[in-house]
């Protein structure tokens, strides 16, 4: 029997957990790994009967940022840190948001190629709103909380850069894509 407090992987190493931890009908599926579920693993996984709304957000890999040509993400991070932390996500989603039945966070390491998605986040609830709204949240906190780093290479002879995300800044969360008014 393990141990209520770590992360038992399915057969296919995808980590979910135990179900000691699943607070009744509440189910995440967490995975940090080189691959991400297919979209209809993803699909299947947060249908559930009582919920009438699937809500996803995936993050693609666009091929330029600030006039450069990106050829490519690659993204490192410390993976029992990262499913501890997404864990953390699902838990603080499901105290915000109490009638999501489902959750998904997923994150690729690697490379990972224009066009290629990185994240998959995502929530079912039996109305809609709630649903958008905690993957709204997921995606967010993720993005701020979850130790996963993305290098951005450029082609020619441009350098690669490692990036911070917007979201947070010198361990502060800052306002994202709000518009400050001079003075």
């Given at each position: 029997m393990a141990d209520s407090s770590t992360i038992e992987p399915l057969s296919d190493g995808t980590q979910q957990l135990p179900s000691s931890k699943q607070n009744g009908t509440n189910n995440y599926l967490i995975k940090v790994s080189d691959a991400l579920p297919s979209h209809h693993e993803i699909q299947k996984f947060l249908t559930a009967s009582n919920c009438g709304a699937i809500s996803t957000f995936t993050g693609i890999?666009?091929?330029?940022?600030?006039?450069?040509?990106?050829?490519?993400?690659?993204?490192?991070?410390?993976?029992?840190?990262?499913?501890?932390?997404?864990?953390?996500?699902?838990?603080?989603?499901?105290?915000?948001?109490?009638n999501v039945a489902r959750m998904v966070a997923v994150h690729i390491l690697g490379d990972c190629p224009v066009g290629e998605a990185s994240v998959v986040v995502g929530s079912s609830s039996p109305h809609r709103r709630e649903a958008i709204a905690c993957t709204e949240y997921l995606i967010d906190e993720l993005k701020g909380r979850v130790p996963i780093w993305k290098k951005e290479i450029y082609e020619g002879d441009e350098q690669s850069v490692w990036k911070e995300?917007?979201?947070?800044?010198?361990?502060?969360?800052?306002?994202?894509?709000?518009?400050?008014?001079?003075s």
């Open positions: 890999t666009r091929d330029n940022f600030a006039g450069k040509k990106v050829t490519s993400l690659s993204y490192e991070g410390y993976t029992p840190m990262a499913v501890k932390e997404l864990t953390n996500l699902c838990c603080d989603a499901q105290k915000k948001y109490p995300n917007v979201e947070w800044k010198d361990g502060r969360r800052r306002r994202v894509m709000v518009k400050e008014e001079s």
